[in-house]
């Protein structure tokens, strides 16, 4: 089932929803399902899980609505589920002053995870920016990643961007956190 057939995007809106992406182990198998279906033993074996693990993982993201079955077959008299994405993106909520961000979180999680011998650009920078700046820094971000979202290939290796573009906690109130 290619992407197009998709809604572009699902917005993250009920507390079911949250807390099944805030599982990495859940966040893995959605990233296994972004381009292509596949089947709780594709699934298990592509994110190292046991079978039955695998299923009840993808279970929770489907009764969240997150992933959903696209097609089945009959194996020997067995019938094999074949799940994808629910849309093409999910959205998610604001996490709310001083609330995890779940996606950069399971971001760095997969960084960590990856092989450390693979090419990574990893970068922090520091800026000072006028207002306007911000603003068009995050939409040329943003459109950047939409571009090679185009451009991605299912046949190619994965590849993950995540940046977040914020505005620090004023100097004040952080050291008066860390009191």
């Avoid at 859940?26 to 046991?50: K, Y």
């Avoid at 760095?108 to 650009?121: F, K, Q, T």
């Amino acid at each position: 089932m290619p992407t197009d057939d998709l809604p572009e995007a699902l917005h993250v809106t009920t507390d079911e929803q949250l807390r099944a992406v805030s599982n990495l182990t859940r966040h893995r198998i959605m990233a296994v399902l972004r381009f292509e279906p596949a089947t709780i033993t594709q699934i298990a074996q592509r994110v190292g899980l046991a079978k039955g693990s695998s299923s009840y993982h993808v279970r929770l993201l489907e009764r969240a609505g997150l992933v959903k079955v696209v097609r089945t077959r009959r194996v020997r008299g067995v019938t094999e589920r074949y799940y994808a994405m629910a849309a093409q993106a999910i959205v998610l909520p604001d996490p709310g002053e001083g609330r995890p961000d779940v996606l950069m979180r399971h971001a760095v999680a997969d960084l960590e995870a990856a092989p450390a011998d693979g090419e990574r650009h990893v970068q922090m920078a520091h800026l000072r920016l006028t207002d306007e700046q911000f603003a068009e820094l995050g939409a040329r971000l943003e459109a950047l990643a939409d571009e090679y979202r185009e451009l991605s290939d299912p046949s190619l290796p994965d590849a993950t961007l995540a940046f977040a573009l914020f505005r620090p906690a004023p100097r004040e109130q952080a050291e008066g956190d860390s009191q």
